[in-house]
């Protein structure tokens, strides 16, 4: 669909939580339908740790349709006949906005100069850029996964920006499990010798080994067990002589599954920043909202009049169900309206992308 | 405790489920305990795949006790006053039995070369190495994880070699998701320049960083969520400047959990090679016992007369309890004698290693 891609260069310096400044922060963003002449109307949708600001068009680098289209467009859920959508890349990410990748004041790439961020430092961008729009109430803000965390991380400490938060598959902290798994694919990519302390930009070679390797972890994590079976179970793959599924007595990719995680990691590393990646995941192992407030996560949500909708799924093993019932319980003693409910669906944690009709169906009482 | 630490040579070419032989194996074991006279009291103790022959004596590199230190020895649950107890490093392992950092017939090592060997191809090896011992029938054998995969590959292929089958947290069939995680593992080997197409025998460096991710990946799914949330939470190091758990805001390991992985992954690279990482985890996602029998499992015992005991463990999410009832309704299905167990104990798949106290009375009552 049309959108509309910009990027906001912000006057101020980003004050982040490591007691570090950014300075000439640029903030990629894509728009989606009109902004209503009151700005009533905006609906931000924060993405995930790889995603980016396209949401309902398609990526410049590899010509795919937008990671939320089926939920973004004219009479879609997120109705941008109704809507104005915005979504913007992060920072820290490797899309437009400042990250690792983009040039420091001495004009060479930041690397790992670049300071180490948090969720609520990706937050201030976002707020930064609503105040470079004009916009000072948002209709809705929506998340999935690390957006979920981004939703949470507005609602707690920008209580007047989001008149509505909805939250999905997400979590208010990273469990000892999540941070496991985001060290092994930071490892990955450090362990590999293109990776040079980051500093690979306008070399040959990139660390796409070791990111796809982290790639291929993650991924698994994404992926409900029964999932993985229904979609790969134990099957062969044909082999390259034309012999139907046989195994091959070696280590090429005999099982389905494993040439589906091969394809993963290496179609990721044409789109994504090595270094990006270990950003965000230490941005979201560093979430724990309850200890930015004290320690009580009730706490967070003090000051907040927003309405508050929270969404799992049943299948989900990175961001269980009892994660999202935490916060609730958090924002029903903080006296906030919210509904929840734990959707049935196969993906694991991938369903909140992926088709699942009853989201489609909480998600439109929500925004109605 | 006293153990005899023997190695025997067969005689004759090992055949493998690939069409190729292996000549010239040698098998690293170790005993504990007497044989009696009429040799009716040996138990065979198969290891898991980065286990080894060294039950209850000290590691020969590591020098740490043996694996199951607490299980095997006078008058402990695997009474070695009582049973003559034997444990072999599997074929493709690298503690001594021959393995793809064996020598070939050229004097060079297989390195890559080396067959591509199954659960089966290693229990063939076990059984030779009964053979040599002129042991006909165990006593029972035992296994945990990959030790319970042999276990049940000897009682379904060897039917009359063991009287007694315990198979302890393990499956009959790798799932997708084992593969996978398998997979990224050795990808992250092979990723390693170190590696070389496995020819790094006689350099300067092994793949270690590979091996190291390796070792981390596969660790979380030793471990069970809970148990790592108890263990570690989200609880910080101190840092080296002697400041008490603080983030640093950088990307050392800051989080106990990380630090714990890093230990693991780099530890496990002293003691094992990651050209048998590869030979043993294919090994075991090839592993499918119905497969090998036509397709139903049932068929895989139908002339056993020894009798079953299935131990599970309600936190295991590598091998759940279900794959275990997969295994126990198969062997109903054959009419075999089966009693099924499935323990709580928080500690994930690696329960069967650690104390859980339910277990030893589960053991001990089945090998009275």
């Known amino acids: 669909m049309t959108a509309t891609s910009k990027s906001l260069r912000l006057n101020e310096d980003l004050p982040l939580d490591s007691g570090q400044v950014l300075s000439g922060v640029e903030i990629a963003y894509e728009t989606y339908g009109e902004l209503a002449a009151d700005k009533s109307n905006a609906i931000l949708i924060c ?49 437009g906005s400042t990250g690792p990748a983009s040039l420091a004041s001495d004009g060479q790439p930041y690397a790992m100069r670049f300071p180490v961020i948090t969720i609520r430092d990706m937050t201030r961008g976002l707020v930064a850029l609503l105040d470079g729009l004009g916009i000072a109430q948002l209709h809705t803000v929506i998340g999935g996964s690390m957006g979920g965390m981004q939703a949470l991380s507005l609602a707690a400490n920008f209580p007047e920006r989001a008149a509505r938060v909805l939250v999905i598959a997400s979590t208010a902290r990273h469990s000892a499990q999540n941070i496991a798994f985001h060290e092994v694919g930071r490892q990955a990519i450090m362990a590999d010798p293109n990776w040079r302390d980051g500093n690979y930009y306008g070399e040959d070679c990139a660390p796409d080994n070791g990111l796809a390797v982290a790639r291929m972890a993650a991924h698994i994590t994404y992926l409900s067990e029964e999932g993985l079976t229904e979609k790969f179970g ?27 995680l091969r394809y993963q990691g290496s179609g990721f590393t044409q789109r994504f920043d090595a270094n990006s990646y270990l950003y965000i995941t230490r941005a979201m192992d560093y979430f724990d909202l309850a200890e ?77």
Chains 1, 2 share one sequence.
């Open 47 to 95: 993405h995930a740790l790889t995603g980016d600001q396209y949401v309902a068009s398609n990526h410049p680098i590899t010509g795919k349709p937008g990671w939320w289209e089926r939920m973004v467009g004219p009479g879609k859920v997120i109705d941008t006949d109704r809507f104005h959508v915005i979504c913007a890349n992060v920072i820290g990410s490797c899309m």
């Open 292 to 368: 930015e407030h004290g320690g009580l996560l009730a706490d967070a949500f003090a000051g907040s009049k927003a309405r508050f909708c929270l969404v799992s799924f049943d299948s989900d093993w990175l961001y269980p169900t009892a994660e999202s019932r935490h916060i609730v319980h958090a924002l029903n003693a903080a006296g906030a309206p919210v509904s929840f409910v734990e959707l049935s669906a196969p993906f694991g944690h991938d369903s909140f992308l992926l088709d699942v009709p009853a989201l489609d169906r909480v998600m439109k009482g929500f925004l109605e």
């Open 234 to 260: 134990r099957r062969l793959q044909d082999r390259p002589d034309g012999t139907k599924g046989a195994k091959s007595f070696g280590f090429d990719a005999d099982f389905q599954v494993e040439s589906y």
